[in-house]
C-alpha cells in the first residue's frame, strides 16, 4: 500500500498559536483558575490534553469573575467580550488573526451603515461571533438558494468565514453580485483553509482512497471530506486511531491522508504509524 501524507495537513496558523497560549498558561498558571470561553479548538483529544493541565472550556454562565479565561481561536461577540469583562476575570485573546481581520472589517463597513452578509455555518461559533460585530446588521448566508430570499439592500459588504468553500463562496457571491451589483465582496477564506483544498482535490485524482483526520465538530475537516467525496473518491473521516477498526481500507492500493487544521500531529502520526502497521 502506498500511503500519501498532505503537505498541509495539521494544525493552520491560528489554532497552533492558540493552542500554545494555552499551554504556555497552563504550565505557569500555579494554582489559579484558568478557562477557556467553549471549547478553545475543534479537536476532542487537544480538548482533553488541557483538561488534563488543568484548563477546562466553560460557558460563561459558570464563571464567578475569579481566575483566567482563554477566549477560542473563533473569536466572540463585543457583548459576550464585555460581559467577561464585567465578570472581573482576566481575558487572554487567543483569538485567530486571520478572524480579528475578519471582524474588522466587518465593524468598519457596519459603521458605514453596510448591510453585512456572511457566508458561512450558521451554529458555528466563528459566525456566531463575527455576527456581533454586525451592530445588528448582519445576514448569515448558509447557501446559494438564500440569496434569493435576500430583502432589497442598497449598501452591502459580503465576508466568509474563514474556512469556508472557495468554491461554494466563489458560487454564492457571484449570486449575490447578480442581486447586488455594488456588493464589496472580501476574501477573507484563510490561504491555509484554500491550500487545503486544492491539495485534497489533487489528492483525490492520484488516490483510490481518501482519510480526512479530525473532530467531528470541526467545519473545515468536515468540507475536506465533502470534498474528497464531491470527487468521486472512497472518503473516510475519522477522530481517533481506534476509528480504523471500523474501517476497511485493505482493498486500495494508494491512500491519500489529510487533516483538519485543528488536528494535533500526534493524533496524525498515530494514525499514520497504526496503518503503516497493518500493512507489515
Known sequence: MEIKLAKMAGFCMGVRRAVDMALYIAKHKG???VYTYGPLIHNPQT?????????????EIELTGRGTIIIRAHGISPSETQRLREKGIRIIDATC???????????????ENYSILIIGDRDHPEVEGLMGHTFGQGIIIGGLDEVDRLP??????VVAQTTQSKDEYAKISERIRQRFPGALIFDTICDSTEKRQSEIKKM??????IIIIGGRNSANTRRLAKISESCGIPTFHIERVDDLKKIDVSGFGKIGISAGASTPNWVIRQIVTAIVRSEE
Open 47 to 59: 480538548i482533553e490534553l488541557l483538561k488534563e493541565r488543568g484548563i477546562r472550556p466553560v460557558e
Open 204 to 209: 483525490a485524482g492520484e488516490m483510490d482512497a
Open 31 to 33: 494554582d489559579e483558575e
Open 152 to 157: 432589497d439592500m442598497e449598501k452591502v459588504c
Open 97 to 111: 488573526p486571520k478572524v480579528v481581520h475578519v471582524q474588522s472589517i466587518i465593524r468598519r463597513h457596519a459603521t
